[in-house]
């Protein structure tokens, strides 16, 4: 929207696609209604609101999140740090992904892996992260530090549980 607005966009044509990357919705007009009404409909058709929170939650990233391990910890991360958590404090959050790229190839992906692997616990991650500047993938590793402090996360089905356990998570 800051970009659109920015650049003077007056009128857009969008989709909303479904996983088979189909569209599924489609809205012109301008730019901010567009989006608005695009982000209700994939919203009202993809939220489902919980009353309760569950010691066990099973959270599936799927194709493209999946590649990685760095994308597949959005899962865990959204379901234990939202406003309203879905995970109850100590439980325990299931990932299936397979990860074929183990922690990721990227730089900010690679600098994720090591904050994690050498942190020794989530609150020593933490604390280093206040303490000192930090390039881009930290920030994920921070993220999933405040996740492994109130619940236990597992993946489930990755290709190197190694990379799994070295960043704190237990692996199935």
Request: with cysteine.
């Amino acid at each position: 929207r800051w970009i659109g607005k920015r650049a003077g966009l007056g009128f857009v044509v969008n989709v909303a696609l479904d996983s088979r990357v189909r569209p599924v919705a489609l809205s012109a007009g301008h730019p901010e209604t567009v989006h608005s009404h695009l982000v209700d409909w994939v919203r009202s058709r993809t939220t489902v609101h919980a009353s309760q929170e569950f010691p066990i939650v099973i959270g599936s990233a799927g194709h493209p999140k999946d590649s990685n391990l760095y994308q597949a910890t959005r899962i865990p991360t959204y379901l234990c740090l939202s406003r309203r958590p879905v995970v109850a404090s100590g439980g325990a959050v299931l990932v299936p992904a397979a990860c074929p790229e183990g922690a990721g190839q990227g730089p900010g992906e690679r600098r994720f892996l090591e904050w994690l692997s050498e942190a020794g616990s989530p609150d020593a991650l933490i604390e280093r992260a206040r303490r000192e500047r930090h390039p881009a993938g930290v920030q994920r590793a921070v993220m999933v530090a405040w996740a492994l402090k109130r619940n236990r996360i597992a993946f489930v089905g990755t290709k190197d549980p190694g990379v799994v356990r070295a960043c704190g998570f237990e692996a199935f």
